[in-house]
């Protein structure tokens, strides 16, 4: 397999502008992911004034994939189910979730929002969509679908499990996020 980034003989990128195209790529992920854990912070406590950004995580991925197990709904974010037990554990207790038995596996349960849970997320999440719209408003709709693209094309690209890979390589590096940002 090829990659594009790399300087071939003939090639008009020099491997010093490689490298400065991707310091500015990491840098400007870098600002994103702290602005995005800021926001993801912001939002948690517009649901609720105790929540944790995790737990807002978890409330997005159970409002958009619906009925879910513990046990999947960890999987989904890429963290281990001790962590989620404990957030789902506390949104039980302020009534935005609720567990009932799962209609394919009697023994295992699945966990859905309340109707308390549902609307605040949507108020939430149509306030957060509300404030993208102001932004990239003026944008030419091609940029954002654009963007959009970049934006999948660069989340498939590290997929699940890629930050244990560097964090293997790396001595120091937690690689368990329990932020789940949406």
């Known amino acids: ?3 594009p980034l790399q300087s071939t003989p003939g ?3 020099p491997g010093d502008d490689v490298d400065d195209a991707l310091q500015q790529v ?6 994103l992911w702290r602005r995005a854990r800021s926001i ?3 939002l948690s406590r517009q649901v609720h004034p105790d929540m944790e950004p995790a737990a807002y995580g978890l409330l997005t991925v159970i409002r958009r994939e619906g009925p879910i197990r513990l046990t999947d709904l960890a999987t989904c974010i890429g963290v281990g189910k001790p962590s989620v037990s404990r ?3 506390f949104l039980e207790s302020i009534g935005l979730v609720y567990k009932e038995a799962d209609p394919q596996d009697g023994r295992a349960q699945s966990i859905r929002l309340t109707e308390k849970g549902e609307e605040k997320m949507h108020l939430v999440q149509d306030a957060r969509r509300q404030v993208f719209r102001e932004r990239l408003g003026e944008w030419p709709l091609e940029d954002v ?7 999948g094309r660069l989340n498939a690209i590290y997929g699940d499990g890629a930050l244990k890979d560097l964090g293997s390589k790396e001595p120091g590096i937690d690689t368990e996020d329990t932020s ?3």
């Open 87 to 89: 957030q789902i554990a």
């Open 1 to 3: 397999m090829s990659n």
């Open 11 to 13: 090639s008009a990128v």
């Open 145 to 151: 679908q654009t963007l959009a693209d970049y934006m």
């Open 180 to 182: 789940a940002s949406a």
């Open 40 to 42: 993801s912070h912001q």
């Open 26 to 31: 990491e840098h400007q992920l870098s600002l």
